[in-house]
T-cell receptor, first 111, second 115 residues
């Protein structure tokens, strides 16, 4: 069946470091892929949505590219700030009403 | 602009007691509505979804039930809580099949502790 894999459970960076969070997926279709950010004690917020039509999403300095060849959807940011500390979830739109979430990557940015 | 409100913010309940959590969406007509559960430090698991008043589909039950009594309201409930029900409950909405169904917007959540 369909799956979403985030292997990095936690990432610790210093301010201005480059961020790269890994996400791979498995599906028989070309799904819509999303990145959510969840700050402590809050609900997740949609950060990026990428479809087969646009292949790349950019928002708030974050960028993700949809690579059908490697079935990956990695999240990048050139220079992280302490305010970026949060949990980042990759998700796959499995059907119109169902989203399959990865296990999340906790980002801690130290000043 | 659309707003989503969940109540209560947090609950501490005893095993075996009943539970009712609520969610209201304002500013969006006929949204799709969703309930999710998140264990502490865990991923999000969709529990139920509803595309119209009175119709709810179960994804993973976990001895919970859901109802949609009004277009803008979604209720999650159980008559007997288990320890395993502890966690963070999130309500979300999206557009319908013709209008942004793949983009879900989450509420602030309800934190539940079952003792």
């Amino acid at each position: 069946g369909d799956s979403v894999t985030q292997k990095q459970g936690q990432v610790t960076l210093s301010e201005d470091d480059f961020l790269f969070i890994n996400c791979t997926y498995s599906t028989t279709t070309y799904p819509t892929l999303l990145w959510y950010v969840q700050y402590l004690g809050q609900g997740p917020q949609l950060l990026l949505k990428v479809t087969t039509a646009n292949n790349k999403g950019i928002s708030r300095g974050f960028e993700a590219t949809y690579d059908k060849g490697t079935t990956s959807f990695h999240l990048q940011k050139a220079s992280v700030q302490e305010s970026d500390s949060a949990v980042y979830f990759c998700a796959l739109v499995d059907s119109g009403t169902y989203q399959r979430f990865g296990t999340g990557t906790k980002l801690q940015v130290v000043p | 602009a659309q707003t989503i409100h969940q109540w209560p913010v947090a609950e501490i309940k005893a095993v075996g007691s009943p539970l009712s959590l609520g969610c209201t969406i304002k500013g969006k007509s006929s949204p799709n509505l969703y309930w999710y559960w998140q264990a502490t430090g865990g991923t999000l698991q969709q529990l139920f979804y509803s595309i119209t008043v009175g119709q709810v589909e179960s994804v993973v039950q976990l001895n919970l039930s859901a109802s949609r009594p009004k277009d803008d309201q979604f209720i999650l409930s159980t008559e007997k809580l288990l320890l395993s029900h502890s966690g963070f409950y999130l309500c979300a909405w999206s557009g319908d099949w013709g209008g942004g169904q793949d983009t879900q917007y989450f509420g602030p959540g309800t934190r539940l502790l079952v003792l």
